[in-house]
């Protein structure tokens, strides 16, 4: 079965930083892609960034370009986002996900259960 487990999320003044992490089991991790997508009350899921398998790749929603960053460790079966100069909009629910296919759209055979960041003004 493959299980992917979020966590690091809280709270945190606008300015603040978080790391999210993603554990990953059961899957060929070190040949997926994996991704973050957030979802806000009331809006679609939406993409955040993207990582290849090898670390190679990675793209960035323009939203989150140049605070956020996307990497992986496939020795921990581990991907991580490091956010830093949180603004209020990121406020979200962040959910990571999985798949064989490099994509920026959410559909990615696999997903986490989600971690809240919720950012103040």
């Known amino acids: 079965q493959v299980q992917l487990v979020e966590s690091g999320g809280g709270s945190v003044q606008a300015g603040g930083s978080l790391r999210l992490s993603c554990e990953a089991a059961?899957?060929?991790?070190?040949?997926?892609?994996m991704a973050w997508f957030r979802q806000a009350p009331g809006k679609e899921r939406e993409f955040v960034a993207v990582?290849?398998?090898?670390?190679?790749?990675?793209n960035y929603a323009d939203s989150v370009k140049g605070r956020f960053t996307i990497s992986r460790d496939n020795a921990k079966n581990t991907m991580y986002l490091q956010m830093n100069s949180l603004k209020p909009e990121d406020t979200a629910v962040y959910f990571c996900?999985?798949?064989?296919?490099?994509?920026?759209?959410?559909?990615?055979?696999?997903w986490g259960q989600g971690t809240q960041v919720t950012v103040s003004s």
């Open positions: 059961g899957l060929l991790f070190s040949s997926d892609a």
């Open positions: 996900a999985a798949g064989r296919k490099y994509s920026t759209i959410p559909d990615y055979p696999y």
């Open positions: 990582i290849s398998w090898g670390g190679g790749s990675r």
